[in-house]
């Protein structure tokens, strides 16, 4: 085999505009018989970073369709790697199988069998877990347990991230049950605010304001809007409506069935 160019004639460099999409740098270097480098480069040149990073992207799942076609998983690996989903992080299961015994595997091949059994390593800034008893250097599954963002914001407010054991757990019920009420007292429908013929709606005001009463209203807290345009907090909604049961419906704004 002769020695590859380094130089791109005008008529690769058309071929490789019209079939970047198509082929990996490797490809296109071996079809043109130049270095795979000079692919790159030029693509370097021509190409934003967001076109080569989706350009990545796409040649990684090629990539890893091909090799799954070919590559074979016992049904040991797969077992034990379900049991460990979404609780540890790749590096860390990629250890724990080794520690087991299981056959050594290289990168690619681990990376194919996490993505075969959809296995997800988990975000920081997504979900959270937490060591029931405290260590971090123990894998058993009893000690591990993934919660929710909110869930670990609740903890962290209410000073109960130094729990262990049982009086933790506890305390994640508790933080679970906590956030899950606030998403449903935030997704109050329509039909639930009609209260005496009074529809009110759920809104979240972007900047500071006042309540009907002259309360302060902190930004991100939520309030409710009435149709008369004031906002009202979810404590004084039954003396809101004591309040202004005689008001004339022709004074409501129409703007005021808004979701603003």
Known sequence: ???RKKTLSKDKIDFIKNNYNRFSSKELAEHLNVNASTIVKY???VLSKHELEERRIENTKKSLKKRTETYRFTS???DIISKYSGLV???ELHKILSELGLRKMGRSKFEILLNETNF???KRNEDYRLF??????????DNLILISKDVYNWLYHNDMLNLQGDPLLAAIKLAEYKTSFNKKRRDFNMQSRDIYGVPLEPREPKVIAMTWDNEPIYEGEYVYETPYGEYVKEEDLSRWINDTLGRPRELWREDSWQNL
Request: proline share 0%; hydrophobic share 30%; no cysteine.
């Open 132 to 141: 029931i008893d405290g260590n971090s250097n123990n894998f058993d599954l």
């Open 120 to 122: 997800v390593s988990k």
């Open 89 to 91: 992080y790749g590096n």
């Open 43 to 45: 693509l370097s040149q």
């Open 76 to 78: 040991k690996d797969l």
């Open 1 to 3: 085999m002769g020695k």
